[in-house]
């Protein structure tokens, strides 16, 4: 037998998205007592900014099922990239994007910063993380939260799940 269409969205993830249909879907599981997110330790070699990001992120995404400790290690690397990518936009706001550089004609050429070219790789690795992680409004539908836990009750119009800020 074929099957056409898409695959139906979980419940959870309808009502991640903030979707009408999932005040209209049934609950699959009954509702059970919340379970506490699970608690994994932060890396010890990150900086004060990475060990910022990463409590304010552990809190966020274990509480709404986003991520378990399988994931420790992607965290771990996006909060480390984050860090790296601060003080990198840090130096470039400092000195700038660009220098100039006149040779012995008298031609002025103008040459990026090296912090310049590194926070825009170290961004484009951000954004690669945050869309493995749910950060994102396009990646979150396809997050799959942890079975029996319902990571944004009552959302819908009006209401946010808590994530939109890092976007």
Same mark, same amino acid.
Request: charged share 30%; aromatic share 6%.
């Given at each position: 037998?074929?099957?056409?269409?898409?695959?139906?969205?979980?419940?959870?993830?309808?009502?991640? #998205?903030? *979707? @009408?249909?999932?005040?209209?879907?049934?609950? $699959?599981?009954?509702?059970? =007592?919340?379970? %506490?997110?699970?608690?994994?330790?932060?890396?010890?070699?990150?900086?004060?900014?990475?060990?910022?990001?990463?409590?304010?992120?552990?809190?966020?995404?274990?509480?709404?099922?986003?991520?378990?400790?399988?994931?420790?290690?992607?965290?771990?690397?996006?909060?480390? #990239?984050? *860090? @790296?990518?601060?003080?990198?936009?840090?130096? $470039?706001?400092?000195?700038? =994007?660009?220098? %100039?550089?006149?040779?012995?004609?008298?031609?002025?050429?103008?040459?990026?910063?090296?912090?310049?070219?590194?926070?825009?790789?170290?961004?484009?690795?951000?954004?690669?993380?945050?869309?493995?992680?749910?950060?994102?409004?396009?990646?979150?539908?396809?997050?799959? #939260?942890?079975?029996?836990?319902?990571?944004?009750?009552?959302?819908?119009?009006?209401?946010?799940?808590?994530?939109?800020?890092?976007?």
């Amino acid at each position: 037998m074929v099957v056409r269409g898409r695959k139906p969205k979980s419940v959870g993830a309808l009502r991640l #998205t903030g *979707s @009408r249909r999932a005040r209209k879907a049934p609950e $699959t599981t009954p509702p059970t =007592e919340k379970k %506490s997110a699970p608690s994994f330790r932060q890396p010890e070699w990150l900086d004060a900014t990475g060990r910022a990001k990463w409590r304010e992120l552990h809190r966020l995404l274990t509480g709404h099922g986003v991520i378990d400790m399988t994931d420790a290690g992607l965290l771990a690397r996006y909060c480390d #990239t984050y *860090s @790296r990518w601060r003080a990198a936009r840090n130096a $470039t706001r400092k000195h700038g =994007e660009c220098y %100039s550089v006149t040779d012995k004609n008298g031609n002025t050429r103008w040459i990026r910063y090296h912090e310049s070219r590194i926070a825009t790789e170290l961004l484009r690795s951000l954004s690669d993380m945050e869309q493995q992680m749910g950060l994102t409004p396009m990646s979150r539908p396809r997050i799959q #939260t942890t079975p029996g836990e319902s990571p944004a009750e009552g959302s819908g119009p009006g209401r946010t799940t808590g994530l939109e800020k890092y976007i």
